[in-house]
């Protein structure tokens, strides 16, 4: 009796033993899990917030720190939309923005900034310099309410080639005051196809200035120019094509005719081209025929639909952001012509109601998913591993 006590005493210090072996092997294994990195699941977020055929776009790094290019319209439209992109701040849970990049001094782009400077901290005020399109409200706001809101703060004008310091994102200027990057970034150099075909375009004075942004992730690569013009679009990309190729083609300045031409969509070969447009500004023809034909392009997506566009050259309603404040039951397969601009000349449809963003997630691997917030719709795009190569 006693051995087989003995017996069942030995094995209960096994069982013990065991037991104990198993408790601190799951204690090691939690503690492990509970330190294992979670990086791998934070992506480069990017809004691009509806401003009414303006510009507002945040990017939000995986570290959190954030540049906005742009802060939409002046005027009574400035609180509106300033109110938009805090509401893309709050979702980033930002408490403030790291960069404000202005891209020039029209209304349409900085009209919203000191509106938004009352709500949100900015710490780095970057533009391309003073405004060479004499107007009154850029050049009233850039005399008296401009350097109030950057005394606190840095105030940078930006030359192509400099970094914008974002931990976790490569951020460079390639555009600004009329210059363009002098050398090939790493991934572009090749001579570009297009350029024998390009055709010059009419400019105004500030579009052709606009401080352009060429950001990397991993593998992935994005691209907002502002409203830079055909004839500057023809002087960054030819003979040789200075960027390489992006995965997503941002602003496209409202889709309008004035910018995007082939030199520039065709050679960058994006995989989604995100437009700013809005009711009735952008979305023309011509635009929409070089996108819908750009090499190795999947999708557009709209901020808006626009009139300028029709049935015939828009793309199906999941891919776009916004509509109007009050829908029409249906829209002509051909665009609607834009008035005759003057004093007579009705206003485009209104859209002050509720307004939804498009938005990036991208992955370190070169992968992302663009979601529509109106619908909910989302696409994933996986990493295409042939552009490697490019
Ligand atoms: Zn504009």
Redesign the pocket.
């Known amino acids: 009796m006693r051995e087989v006590a003995v017996g069942r005493q030995l094995a209960c210090q096994r069982h013990a033993l065991r037991a104990s072996t198993v408790f601190v092997m799951a204690l090691i294994l939690s503690i492990v899990c509970y330190t294992a990195p979670t990086g791998g699941a934070r992506t480069f977020d990017i809004y691009v917030v509806d401003v009414e ?3 507002a776009t945040l990017f939000v790094s995986p570290s959190g720190e954030s540049v906005l290019i742009d802060s939409g319209n002046a005027g009574p439209a400035a609180v509106r939309d300033a109110e938009r992109i805090m509401a893309a701040v709050k979702d980033a849970q930002l408490a403030q923005i790291d960069h404000l990049i202005t891209t ?1 001094w ?1 209304g ?2 900085f009209g919203g900034l000191a509106e938004l400077a009352a709500r949100v901290p900015i710490r780095n005020f970057i533009d391309h310099g003073p405004n060479v399109q004499p107007a009154p409200v850029a050049d009233e706001f850039l005399q008296k309410t401009y350097p109030q809101l950057y005394a606190k703060a840095r105030h940078v004008v930006a030359k192509p080639g400099m970094k914008i310091p974002v931990a976790g994102l490569d951020v460079l200027v390639v555009t600004s005051a009329g210059e363009t990057i002098a050398k090939s970034i790493s991934g572009g150099g090749a001579a570009n196809p297009y350029c024998a075909s390009f055709k010059p375009g009419e400019n105004n004075a500030e ?1 052709p200035m606009s401080v352009g942004t060429y950001v990397t992730f991993g593998k992935f690569r994005t691209i907002h120019l ?2 830079l013009t055909k004839n500057k679009e023809f002087e960054l990309m030819c003979p040789t094509n200075r960027i390489g190729t992006v995965d997503v083609l941002l602003g496209l ?2 889709g309008v005719d004035t910018s995007n031409s082939e030199v520039l969509v065709h050679a960058l070969r994006p995989r989604v081209a995100i437009m700013n447009n809005g009711t009735r500004k952008g979305g023309q023809p011509e635009v929409m025929t070089t996108l819908h034909s750009s090499p190795g392009l999947e999708d557009v997506w709209q901020m808006h639909f626009s009139q300028l566009s029709g049935q015939e050259y828009t793309v199906p309603g999941l891919f776009i952001a916004n509509l109007l404040d009050e829908p029409l039951a249906a829209m002509p397969v051909a665009p609607i012509p834009s008035p005759q601009p003057g004093p007579g000349s009705p206003p485009p449809p209104v859209h002050n109601g509720t307004a939804y963003w498009i938005k990036v997630s991208a992955q370190p691997d070169g992968s992302f998913t663009v979601t529509n917030s109106r619908n909910g719709f989302s696409k994933t795009y996986k990493a295409d591993l042939r552009r490697g190569a490019d």
Request: aromatic letters at 0%; glycine letters at 24%.
């Open positions: 055929g303006g510009n020039h029209h349409d782009h579009d502002g409203d300045h409202h």
